[in-house]
């Protein structure tokens, strides 16, 4: 042993150093979510966005900083990949949160009818994904019609008004605090297509109130016109199934589904045939898996 061993032999090993991140890799990552708050720009579109994506999925160091960067802007992350681009969601805070107390206040004045709204997207999603199965398949592209979304609430209606009649309940919602089924009993009395012409008779209809839940989400990039079959005849995103598969939990969503109003069978959904159908309108129906 040396005179100068003591001095080394208890040293820390050097750390080894870390990847450097250049401006570059930052814009590049802010880059990449700012084409994710984009939400009808898709990756197959735009050919600076999908080599974003690519490296994203293929850079590790790139990826924490690309969903640093989301994270310091108030997004949740819920999915990076070709087909649903980087798929972002909004936290409560965040400066990009669209709340639905915003958007209901925008589309409707009174209280109940902005009730009335979270119930038409409640209703949209269900239709949309029926079965658990739909919401673990990427592959899986939803088909819900508006005339289609205002029968499934109608059905459901009927069903809880069965329920309450056999148990005994009062039928009649507290109009200053209608609860969720209260709220269903409310759309039941509302006229479904509006007595006159009238603008703004008609936005208060159960069909409005359904059309513009379904323009909201076409403009959030989570749903796609295909036809104005039934009111307007849309199919399902990426984005959506991401969004939904966040909503299933809830107990509106279960308590909805579990009514059994859409009958399932050999992979294809449809409305349940309504006990009454007075109130039911013309081209109801949902072919699900028609696209």
Request: glycine fraction near 8%; charged fraction near 25%; hydrophobic fraction near 45%.
């Amino acid at each position: 042993m040396t005179d100068q061993s003591w001095e080394t032999e208890d040293e820390p090993a050097a750390p080894a150093p870390a990847a450097s991140l250049t401006p570059a890799d930052v814009a590049d990552a802010a880059r990449l979510v700012s084409f994710g708050l984009q939400a009808k720009l898709l990756p197959a579109r735009d050919a600076e966005y999908a080599e974003l994506i690519r490296r994203h999925r293929e850079d590790p160091g790139f990826a924490r900083l690309a969903d640093a960067v989301a994270a310091g802007l108030g997004l949740v992350v819920l999915e990076v990949s070709p087909r649903a681009g980087m798929a972002v969601a909004a936290a409560e805070d965040s400066l990009f949160a669209v709340r639905m107390g915003d958007y209901s206040r925008r589309a409707a004045g009174e209280a109940t009818d902005r009730f009335l709204h979270g119930l038409a997207h409640l209703a949209t999603a269900a239709m949309a994904f029926p079965r658990p199965e739909d919401l673990a398949d990427d592959a899986y592209l939803g088909r819900i019609t508006v005339n289609g979304v205002d029968a499934f609430v109608r059905q459901a209606c009927r069903r809880l008004e069965e329920r309450a009649e056999a148990a005994g309940d009062n039928t009649d919602p507290s109009s200053d605090a209608p609860g969720l089924e209260a709220a269903w009993r409310v759309w039941a009395r509302r006229s479904a297509t509006g007595a006159t012409k009238d603008a703004r008779r008609l936005s208060g209809s159960t069909i409005g109130i359904v059309s513009k839940a379904v323009l909201f989400l076409v403009d959030s990039g989570f749903l796609q016109k295909t036809s104005d079959d039934a009111g307007g005849t849309y199919r399902t995103t990426a984005r959506y199934q991401l969004q939904v598969r966040d909503l299933a939990g809830s107990a509106a969503m279960a308590e909805l589904n579990d009514l059994g109003v859409v009958a399932i069978s050999d992979g294809t959904a449809t409305l349940l045939p309504a006990d009454h159908s007075e109130e039911l309108v013309a081209d109801a129906g949902l072919p699900f898996h028609s696209l």
